[in-house]
T-cell receptor
């Protein structure tokens, strides 16, 4: 079975541009979360979506937005890119809104470099 | 103060050693607790959940002290394959899963 898939795997942008990252959850999983991992730090929660609705938002500026589609895939959009947005963006899926075991299944991430 | 703080590491140990990682969390309303493992340039994966009664999975033992807001992970008989970054993780929310990760502690096991 396919795990969580993300695209693109790597990308380079310049300051001020925008970027769209895509994620397909594990088949049957209805919740998708996005995390940002800056080098040397742990992942930081950005958004959680469940059944196409935003169910949680981390401490990120409004330049960050996301959505979930009827097939449960998701997009993360970042506008007006800053150098500090350079990071690994991880998508994670789970069956339900809350995961009792704490297990989120992460994709391999999209590595964004902003020049 | 960071919400989840861990020993910075790195921990460099020989095969067969026992190593312990510590973690503290700042919010007493935290709901659930976990250790994730992240290999170099890979995604994090759940290692084990952490319960107040303590729990063990093979060579790995996790402990939680809610009163002290302290979490630990003990690895016995370290293997080369244990080399990775270990992330202490807390979930704040009763509904939903918004994991709060520590910075991680890097373990390097050598032969």
């Amino acid at each position: 079975d396919a795990g969580v898939t993300q695209s693109p795997t790597h990308l380079i942008k310049t300051r001020g541009q925008h970027v769209t990252l895509r994620c397909s959850p594990i088949s049957g999983h209805k919740s998708v979360s996005w995390y940002q991992q800056v080098l040397g730090q742990g992942p930081q929660f950005i958004f959680q979506y469940y059944e196409k609705e935003e169910r949680g938002r981390g401490n990120f500026p409004d330049r960050f937005s996301a959505r979930q589609f009827p097939n449960y895939s998701s997009e993360l959009n970042v506008n007006a890119l800053l150098l500090g947005d350079s990071a690994l963006y991880l998508c994670a899926s789970s069956l339900a809104l809350a995961s009792p075991t704490g297990e989120l299944f992460f994709g391999e991430g999209s590595r964004l470099t902003v020049l | 103060r960071k919400e989840v703080e861990q020993d910075p590491g790195p921990f460099n140990v020989p095969e067969g050693a026992t190593v312990a990682f510590n973690c503290t969390y700042s919010n007493s309303a935290s709901q659930s607790f976990f250790w994730y493992r992240q290999d170099c340039r890979k995604e994090p994966k759940l290692l084990m959940s952490v319960y107040s009664s303590g729990n063990e999975d093979g060579r790995f033992t996790a402990q939680l002290n809610r009163a002290s807001q302290y979490i630990s992970l003990l690895i016995r008989d370290s293997k080369l394959s244990d080399s990775a970054t270990y992330l202490c993780v807390v979930n704040m929310r009763q509904a939903g899963t918004a994991l709060i990760f520590g910075k991680g502690t890097t373990l390097s096991v050598s032969s």
